[in-house]
């Protein structure tokens, strides 16, 4: 099916905010209410591109880096040259995905998964007052890796006096400093699986202190949502998933650069450049 351009605005950058939640007790999942899954978009007619040419290359210049994200490694596509019609293009097109992505602390950059996994859409802050908007073809943005955990450390200190209630806590505080240390690039992620072990209220709220925040947030979307948050401890992330209903299943922490949940796995990225490549072939 066939329509003319939209010229509404749909896009949207969502924050995020992230806490601790502590079950009060057992309780029964929700019935599944529904899951995300690609939607074609609303194309204009071929007749109707008349002027987009700007834009569809920018669609073709995608497509390519999305055969081998390992060896190409990110693609970043400046929109700033697009005018008003070739813009709308490429949002009606490349619409909103399930993950979003915002940097904390710093710059303030922005990034939101389009419907095609592993192609970003990103607001980079110029100036006090401008953002660059850019596309960028990659498992996750760049500036998640290099911005997570500016200023954050490798060891904390130690506690004189533990509040009543903490029990094992410090325990998996040695132990994520221990990971910590030993930890390279390209090594398997470390999970600590929180939601098995018997933590009190006092273990959370100690373990929310001790590790602090670093300066990403990733929020995934889809049956339920996945959030993520860079500590404030080189290499260790908060993952939660929720159900539909918001709450709380799994809660985890991962010592790795950056948690899988929040990638963009290879096979995904080859269905989108076949679907790319489907949306372009019916544009003309």
């Excluded at 599944?32 to 569809?56: D, H, S, V």
């Excluded at 970043?76 to 070739?86: E, K, Q, S």
């Excluded at 890796?145 to 954050?152: H, K, L, M, V």
């Excluded at 903490?166 to 600590?192: F, Y």
């Amino acid at each position: 099916m066939t329509t003319p351009i939209d010229l509404t605005e749909t896009r949207r950058m969502p924050g995020t905010t992230f806490s601790v939640v502590v079950d009060d007790g057992p309780d029964y999942l929700s019935m599944p209410k529904g899951m995300a899954t690609y939607q074609a978009p609303l194309l204009p007619e071929p007749e109707l591109l008349e002027g987009c040419t700007a834009g569809l290359e920018l669609l073709r210049n995608c497509k390519g880096p999305c055969r081998d994200i390992a060896s190409a490694g990110r693609t970043v596509l400046d929109l700033g040259p697009l005018d008003l019609v070739n813009r709308r293009l490429v949002d009606q097109t490349l619409g909103e995905g399930e993950v979003s992505v915002i940097e904390q602390g710093l710059q303030g950059t922005r990034a939101q998964e389009t419907r095609l996994a592993g192609v970003w859409r990103l607001e980079v802050p110029a100036s006090a007052t401008a953002r660059d908007e850019l596309i960028e073809v990659a498992e996750i943005p760049r500036f998640v890796r290099e911005s997570a955990f500016i200023g954050t450390i490798e060891t904390i200190a130690p506690v004189a006096h533990l509040a009543d209630g903490v029990m094992n806590a410090p325990a998996l505080i040695a132990e994520i400093e221990a990971k910590v240390a030993e930890w390279r690039p390209g090594d398997s992620a470390h999970i600590i699986n929180l939601t098995l072990l018997p933590m009190t209220e006092q273990d959370h709220a100690y373990l929310d202190e001790r590790l602090g925040r670093g300066h990403v947030t990733i929020l995934s979307r889809g049956y339920g949502s996945c959030r993520i948050v860079a500590s404030g401890i080189r290499q260790v992330w908060w993952v939660q998933h929720f159900n539909s209903d918001d709450r709380l299943i799994l809660s985890t922490l991962e010592v790795t650069d950056v948690p899988i949940a929040a990638l963009a796995a290879q096979e995904d990225i080859d269905d989108s450049r076949d679907r790319l490549a489907e949306i372009l072939e019916a544009l003309g």
